[in-house]
């Protein structure tokens, strides 16, 4: 069995890598050097590992090659979030003192056998997972030396089962009754066949809503607008950042030189290879597939193609994507239609390094001014500019207008422990479309109320609420006649209480009234949701018999009892979060 951990090491490492980065184990830091650097972030004062932190996006990210600067600023919250659920989580397993015994790690090996174990071919009898093999490997003392079944039975004591133990122990309090079950199932199985006539909502006009109508509902209900958590503004100015003419001519340039290199011999395969940048054919020498027939590529390309003689190429073509070098590889007629084999190469044509330096140039004129003296919107009037100020974001978000702009959240939110900002502004920050400069405008911590954020969201609700009264209005005013009114739909429906109905929504209140009070053959309500008004007519009512209520109770008992236990560990860990004092000094050690 040794030999087998021997041969297969590199599987072993992947597993337990794989188990780390994925479940985040919990490790022992004792052994990590000393680190006198801010942490990576606190939970309720407690630092997390910096070196721990490092060493598992490394993990991470070199499985991982290639993302965005948007998707790694992604993946670092998300590996910092799981950090954070890791710490709550150990804290808890200390506080309750769960551990693992001898025989729950047995049972757990047998019942949940380490990932990928089950495809190894060691483990298996004709090509299926054979357990009696696998048993009488753990069967074996000499298996609980291999370095890796060590490190597997310490996740196994140190989370894996505690975890489970601490779920059972949550999930204990959830007790169903069968008379709730009765009443879920009689809801889900009762079903009701139904018309529903529903208001076209399009062709009712919003209404408009007065200041005063937004302040009556931010000060009657000021808790239901709170910031849950900080919210920030800022002006900004960006310039696109477009290719030159002078970087279209200098792509032209090198577009040409490599076209001599092929006239004189280069092998154009070689070429396309190494200095295309059309990533799915460069792979392939410039090859584009078979022979395809007129229309294939966009119209400039698909014309120079089919103009080419057989091992012709080209002069630089140019299309939407940049210069192409194109070379035929034979021409043929099928189904009477003429058809090409071709390869190419790309240059696309982006804005330089020097392109992108003169456009800084500019917004670095713009923040000198500003640290000069100058508002933000007179030094970028200066430039020919437009200020704009953003709308509300949270610390990781974007302006929809700019896309993830890698700085932009560790500018807007504070962080005690980042040096003071002697500028008025942002530094000039980049992405692939623009240069842009920010400035500060406003700030909400978690937690406060604020009309300027709210006012949105009550305009619109109001909004909302008024022309769907006037649906119902309409609807009620009609109700004799609906099946001649103009903007209504009838639509014919299976639905149960707890079913989706068009106009009201899935498992509505107003759906429930509606079928428990509706009388069968005529049309009754209005009915009103977030998103319509609707009448509904009763046509058939199906009520299950007593066996299947009995079958379907016992069924939802045991479902009830998972999923709600499954919930209820769900939200403790969700209120433990919530509730947590957790620092995120991400922005510290990397440009998001």
Known sequence: MLTWISENAKWVIYIFIIGIVAGLLFMDTSALRIDNRPPVGTVNGEKLSNDLFDSRLRQIQSQQPGLSSEQSAQMRDELFRSFVQQHLMENVIAETKTKASVYEMSRDLRADPPQGINREPTFQTDGVFDFAKYEAWLADPATYDIPFMLEYENMLKMAKIPEKQLRALVGAGFHPSSLEAKYNVLNRETKFEVLNAQGKAHAFEEVSVSQNSIDSVF???????FVAEDLAKVNYIAIPVEASIRDKESTLEYANMLLAQIKDGADFAEIARNSSDDPGSAAQGGELGDYGP??????????????????????????????????????????????????????????????????????????????????????????GLEAKLSDWFKKGGEIPELGHTPGLSSYAFFNPLRPKEESKTSDIMQNSKWVVIFQKADYLSAGSRNLDFAKSKIEQNLKSRAKINAIADYLKANIDKIDEAENVTIDSASVSFEGYLPGLGYANPALYKALSTAKEGVWSGPYTSEQNAVLIKVLEKKVPDKEAVNAAVKNDLSMSWQFGSFSAFSDYMRNLEANAKIVNNLDLYYRE
């Open 219 to 225: 000060k009657a209900e000021p808790d239901s607008f």
């Open 294 to 383: 007129r229309g294939r590529w966009v119209a400039e390309f698909d014309s120079a193609a089919f103009a080419l003689d057989s091992g012709e190429i080209s002069t630089p073509v140019r299309t939407q994507f940049g210069y192409h070098i194109i070379q035929s590889l034979g021409k043929r007629i099928e189904n009477d239609e003429e058809q090409v084999k071709a390869r190419h190469l790309l240059l696309a044509v982006v804005a330089t390094s020097e392109t992108i330096d003169s456009l800084e140039a500019i917004l670095n004129i713009v923040k000198t001014d500003v640290d000069a003296g100058k508002s933000f919107e007179e030094a970028a009037k200066a430039k």
